[in-house]
């Protein structure tokens, strides 16, 4: 089994809460609830429960990528440096105790900010006895130059030497699999700004590939894309889809982001059984998020409808938790 915990699904930059928004989620939940459900934290909690639907009382959340993901072997990758990644250090701190006994392993997709942000605010790093592994297909140099490069002067003012843990740059393969932490890994690049890498991950049976910061020209959706090789069969496909296919087509081509209807063509044409939406727009509110996945829904729905297989189709959220495989 392969359990992924979302700790960001922002994409581009973090998006701070939103009072006013949060507002109006609070009035949405109280005009629904009936006076029995709002008397005691109990009934309030078993009435949140009840209602489900993240918009009543969930916000998607605002830290940038950063994605773990733990087999039942006990290995454990984590995807990204970005904001996300100050939470999930201290949740992990939280869980393992200041030191924990086993190595915090990193794939880096690539370095635009978004996605190396958080290693600064990433306290297990300056904790000794710690032991955190970065590792991704653009080399270790080009990794340590920009995980290191954000920390020092003028850009922050705590030098990367008071990190005390043990931090290393093992070197992996770039397009060829290799196995990390238990997982088997596949690599393979993707049409991005700079380049991006997307992972394919496998852990007894079940299979996951993660691959946000993406562009596909609407022509490539062909089963020779190379692409439907990499994703075929998974049980689970995270997608960049942080426009809608309006905004993709008409404004954002070439911007290297993707839409859930792309997502969808592409899990058909692999196999992919459940596909989770994320690096959302940094300007899309939480309906504007609603929004992008229930089209996409109502597309899959359509293709359903056409003979084709169901796909399961959700928005991810910052502290989702999804199990995949047996
Ligand atoms: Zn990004
Ligand atoms: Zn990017």
């Not at 993240?54 to 605002?62: F, M, P, S």
């Not at 008409?250 to 196999?271: F, I, M, T, Y």
Request: with cysteine; proline share 5%.
């Amino acid at each position: 089994m392969i359990t992924v915990t979302f700790w960001g699904t922002r994409g581009s930059i973090p998006t701070a809460f939103d009072s006013a928004a949060q507002h109006e989620t609070l009035i949405s939940a109280l005009a629904q609830a009936g006076p029995d459900d709002v008397g005691s934290r109990a009934a309030a909690e078993a009435y949140l429960a009840r209602a489900g639907g993240l918009h009543l009382h969930q916000r998607y959340g605002g830290d940038t990528t950063c994605v773990e993901f733990q087999n039942s072997g006990g290995g454990r990758i984590i995807i990204d440096f970005g904001s996300g990644a100050r939470r999930f250090g201290g949740a992990a701190i939280g869980e393992d105790g200041p030191v924990s006994g086993r190595p915090f392993s990193f794939l880096m997709t690539h370095m635009h900010w978004d996605h190396v942000q958080g290693f600064p605010f990433f306290a297990p790093c300056f904790i000794p006895g710690n032991e955190i592994r970065i590792s991704g297909s653009h080399g270790s140099a080009a990794l340590k130059d920009a995980l290191f490069g954000q920390m020092k002067p003028p850009y922050f003012p705590v030098p990367v030497e008071a990190m005390r843990a043990d931090i290393s740059f093992p070197e992996v393969p770039a397009d060829e699999p290799f196995e990390l932490e238990g997982f088997q890994v596949t690599p393979f690049l993707l049409r991005h700004g700079d380049g991006s890498y997307g992972y394919r991950l496998e852990f007894d049976g079940a299979s996951v590939v993660f691959a946000s910061d993406a562009e596909h020209d609407l022509n490539d959706l062909v089963p020779e894309y190379a692409y439907v090789k990499w994703t075929k069969g998974a049980d689970l496909l995270i997608f960049d889809a942080q426009y809608s296919l309006a905004d993709l087509v008409l404004h954002k081509e070439d911007w290297g982001h993707s839409s859930g209807l792309v997502a969808v063509d592409l899990a058909h044409l692999a196999d992919v059984k459940q596909v989770l939406l994320t690096h959302h727009d940094p300007s899309a509110s939480d309906e504007d998020i609603d929004g992008i996945a229930q089209q996409t829904l109502e597309y899959e729905e359509m293709l359903r409808d056409g003979g084709a297989s169901a796909i399961d189709v959700r928005a991810a959220f910052d502290g989702l938790k999804v199990e995949v495989g047996l």
